[in-house]
């Protein structure tokens, strides 16, 4: 079973519309979470990371949010572009060893 | 100051054959990671060279093997290509393992098609 968990595994939102996406994971002793943007047949790029004492990190309109106790991150993507159309992939550490959830792919349509 | 580069962009292979895939890390790193990345999948984590020397490896078999260079760059190697092995394959660099915080660049991959 992945340590990493994402949710949902896809989702289609209108340009200009809000949305969430989930990372749940069982990774221990944690490190930190970071989130990174997938654009399609490109590497992924890091948008935030977290350490286990931040419970908020912003990166324009994307904002992360990390619950320690409950082992729970969400990304929420606000005022979404058509640009914004890629996969968001969790990736948590724990040590040296990174763990990737299997990705949400968002897909903005106008 | 350039990315992590790899090369080639495509690659297309018979299966038995075998494929050499290349890395730059980006400037001043000196740790290159190698991670698989099949369709819709997140990517997996295959090796790690440090210093030359592999460092951490993931699940996969002995077909697959690296390489880092003096100058850090890294090669990976996959043998007996099997039609499983078609993916994208990412390169990340990282400067050093010390540091929890240290962030690993991801190159734009290579995508390998195994017919």
């Given at each position: 079973?992945?340590?990493?968990?994402q949710s949902p595994q896809s989702l289609?939102?209108?340009?200009?519309?809000?949305?969430?996406?989930?990372?749940?994971?069982?990774?221990?002793?944690?490190?930190?979470?970071?989130?990174?943007?997938?654009?399609?047949?490109?590497?992924?790029?890091?948008?935030?990371?977290?350490?286990?004492?931040?419970?908020?990190?912003?990166?324009?309109?994307?904002?992360?949010?990390?619950?320690?106790?409950?082992?729970?991150?969400?990304?929420?993507?606000?005022?979404?572009?058509?640009?914004?159309?890629?996969?968001?992939?969790?990736?948590?550490?724990?040590?040296?060893?990174?763990?990737?959830?299997?990705?949400?792919?968002?897909?903005?349509?106008? | 100051?350039?990315?992590?580069?790899?090369?080639?962009?495509?690659?297309?292979?018979?299966?038995?054959?075998?494929?050499?895939?290349?890395?730059?890390?980006?400037?001043?790193?000196?740790?290159?990671?190698?991670?698989?990345?099949?369709?819709?999948?997140?990517?997996?984590?295959?090796f790690q060279y440090y210093e030359e020397?592999?460092?951490?490896?993931?699940?996969?078999?002995?077909?697959?093997?690296?390489?880092?260079?003096?100058?850090?760059?890294?090669?990976?190697?996959?043998?007996?290509?099997?039609?499983?092995?078609?993916?994208?394959?990412?390169?990340?660099?990282?400067?050093?393992?010390?540091?929890?915080?240290?962030?690993?660049?991801?190159?734009?991959?290579?995508?390998?098609?195994?017919?």
């Amino acid at each position: 079973k992945n340590q990493v968990e994402q949710s949902p595994q896809s989702l289609i939102i209108l340009e200009g519309k809000n949305c969430t996406l989930q990372c749940n994971y069982t990774v221990s002793p944690f490190s930190n979470l970071r989130w990174y943007k997938q654009d399609t047949g490109r590497g992924p790029v890091s948008l935030t990371i977290m350490t286990f004492s931040e419970n908020t990190k912003s990166n324009g309109r994307y904002t992360a949010t990390l619950d320690a106790d409950t082992k729970q991150s969400s990304l929420h993507i606000t005022a979404s572009q058509l640009s914004d159309s890629a996969s968001y992939i969790c990736v948590v550490r724990s040590d040296y060893k990174l763990s990737f959830g299997a990705g949400t792919t968002v897909t903005v349509r106008a | 100051d350039a990315g992590v580069t790899q090369s080639p962009t495509h690659l297309i292979k018979t299966r038995g054959q075998q494929v050499t895939l290349r890395c730059s890390p980006k400037s001043g790193h000196d740790t290159v990671s190698w991670y698989q990345q099949a369709l819709g999948q997140g990517p997996q984590f295959i090796f790690q060279y440090y210093e030359e020397e592999e460092r951490q490896r993931g699940n996969f078999p002995d077909r697959f093997s690296g390489h880092q260079f003096p100058n850090y760059s890294s090669e990976l190697n996959v043998n007996a290509l099997l039609l499983g092995d078609s993916a994208l394959y990412l390169c990340a660099s990282s400067g050093g393992l010390a540091g929890l915080n240290y962030e690993q660049y991801f190159g734009p991959g290579t995508r390998l098609t195994v017919t």
